[in-house]
């Protein structure tokens, strides 16, 4: 007698068998953007709170290990070597110097320590620096973050060896519009690096760019992409581009604060369960709109005084809002139990 092994639906999802999936039409999507703001958000925080407490938010400090020179052209950034934006470039790192700075992000509370370099992709000689790296960070208890650009299989593979916990690449915009922003690699190119980084076993964190003169339809086209990678990723930075001089898109028109809200609405919507972050631009945006980004489903962001290049909120100001909303960074537990309680006995 032969016997048959259960298929499980989610394998029969990937290979496309029988099982319709829950795909996101650019226009399925579009038309969440277009509820009254009140009806998204109500539906936004109905989602965000089936899955997680919402007062909490997780925290995320980057460093910058390898900075500028680098020689994509993507148009949002101060860091491309085709562009004058005065920042100097500098060599990767040392071990120490960024063990220091991943001791510095714990004590002020970050449980994420996010590690970028201004490369295409790694080079082979740097691989056993960057494993090193990861490997440093993590004993130190902090979860692991990296973005270097592309990698390959092999790579992918060398990074979860190691240790790391996330691999962020941002597919940055929708497929439509991704050529008026970037030319010297593809969104195939982009797709391959995301897959490498999920068959490696490493959890994706993938997001984009809001505010590069994308139609309302193309923020869409970039959610509707990222809620359709299967399965979705981990976590989702929602980017408000920092407008740098020298980059082309310094004079970018500015977006409606509103409809930077309802992306981060929409991508909760769209990826109950990821942590959604609200990224770059915090430093731009005033205490209230913060807010409403929380209210939108937003619980994860970058936190310490610098991003990769351009300055972030301080975390003194971080704090005295959390403070004031009555929001706890996540991990972050209550006092020995029973001390905190009025009236408890010790
Ligand atoms: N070089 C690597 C890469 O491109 O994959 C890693 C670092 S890159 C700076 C990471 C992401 O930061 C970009 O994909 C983009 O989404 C975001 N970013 C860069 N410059 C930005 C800016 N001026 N405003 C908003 N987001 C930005
Ligand atoms: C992401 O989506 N945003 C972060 C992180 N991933 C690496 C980077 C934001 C960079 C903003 C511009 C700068 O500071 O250079
Ligand atoms: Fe280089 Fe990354 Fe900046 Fe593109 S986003 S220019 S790949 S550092």
Redesign the pocket.
């Known amino acids: 007698m032969t016997t048959v092994a259960p298929i499980s639906l989610s394998s029969l999802r990937r290979a496309n068998v029988g099982v319709p999936e829950t795909r996101w039409s650019v226009a399925a999507v579009e038309a969440l953007y277009e509820l009254p703001f009140m009806d998204l958000l109500f539906r936004a925080q109905q989602v965000h709170r089936a899955h997680f407490d919402p007062n909490e938010v997780q925290l995320s400090t ?1 460093l ?1 290990i390898k900075t500028g020179g680098c020689a994509e052209d993507c148009g949002y ?3 491309s070597a085709h562009f004058d934006t005065g920042l100097e470039a500098s060599k990767i790192m040392s071990l120490d110097e960024v063990l220091e700075a991943a001791r510095a992000a714990k004590e002020q509370g970050a449980t994420r320590f ?1 590690m ?1 370099a201004a490369w295409r992709s790694p080079k082979e000689r740097d691989m056993e620096r960057v494993v090193a790296m990861i490997e440093g960070v993590r004993e130190l208890g902090l979860e692991t973050c990296m ?1 270097l650009g592309m990698l390959d299989g092999e790579q992918a593979r060398q990074l979860k060896d190691a240790g790391l916990d996330y691999y ?1 690449h ?1 597919l940055d915009t929708s497929p439509d519009y991704y050529g008026h922003v970037i030319s010297t690699r593809t969104y195939q190119d982009r797709l391959d690096t995301l897959a490498s980084v999920r068959q490696a076993g490493i959890n994706v ?1 993938c ?1 984009g760019i809001v505010g590069m003169g994308e139609t309302r339809t193309q923020r869409a086209g970039l959610i509707a992409q990222l809620a359709n990678l299967d399965p979705y990723p981990e976590s989702v ?1 929602i ?1 408000h581009l ?1 407008a ?1 001089p020298g980059t082309p898109l310094a004079d970018a028109e500015p977006i409606d604060p509103f409809e930077f809200v309802r992306t981060i609405a929409v991508a909760r919507i769209t990826m109950p369960t990821t942590m959604v ?1 609200l ?2 631009g915090r430093e731009q945006m005033d205490d209230a709109l913060q807010t409403l980004c929380f209210a939108a489903g937003a619980n994860s962001i ?1 936190y310490g005084d ?5 300055t972030n909120p301080q975390a003194q100001r971080d704090r005295r809002l959390f403070e004031r909303l009555g929001l706890k960074p996540q991990g972050e537990r209550p006092a020995v139990k029973g001390t905190e309680v009025p009236g408890a006995e010790a």
């Not at 610098?306 to 351009?310: A, V």
């Open positions: 980057l910058s950034c101060p860091q996010c970028g973005t962020n941002n964190c997001g930075p980017n920092v740098v972050r990224s770059a970058f610098r991003l990769l290049t351009t």
